[in-house]
């Protein structure tokens, strides 16, 4: 199992970033995609989150209007375009990816990659 995050970068305030995790090794399809977020000296927060069937999503407060999460699963791929952003959305982003079913907990997380927004 593998989620491999991509798209991180400095960027200026009121720019755009798109984030990408390329999913291996397990049902994707299956699979609700998250994306959370740590500022350093943070707690971990979900950001957004999009269903395996429908595609029905869901948001943070404070990326609501600016942020919209997407999947491919044909690629295996979920996305997260961020816009309008802010010095306050600086984080390491982290992809999962969460299954239950007959009782067990399936949960798996990429390695995070970083947004840093400053001018």
């Known amino acids: 199992v593998q989620l491999v995050e991509s798209g991180g970068g400095l960027v200026q305030p009121g720019g755009s970033l798109r984030l990408s995790c390329v999913a291996s090794?397990?049902?994707?399809?299956?699979?609700?995609m998250k994306w959370y977020r740590q500022a350093s000296g943070k707690e971990r927060e979900l950001v957004a989150r999009i269903t395996s069937v429908g595609g029905n999503t869901n948001y943070a407060d404070s990326v609501k209007g600016r942020f919209a999460i997407s999947r491919d699963n044909a690629k295996n791929t979920v996305y997260l375009q961020m816009n309008s952003l802010k010095p306050e959305d600086t984080a390491v982003y982290y992809c999962?990816?969460?299954?239950?079913?007959?009782?067990?907990?399936?949960?798996?997380w990429g390695q995070g990659t970083q947004v840093a927004v400053s001018s």
């Open positions: 090794g397990f049902t994707f399809s299956s699979y609700v």
């Open positions: 999962n990816a969460f299954k239950y079913t007959g009782g067990y907990e399936y949960d798996y």
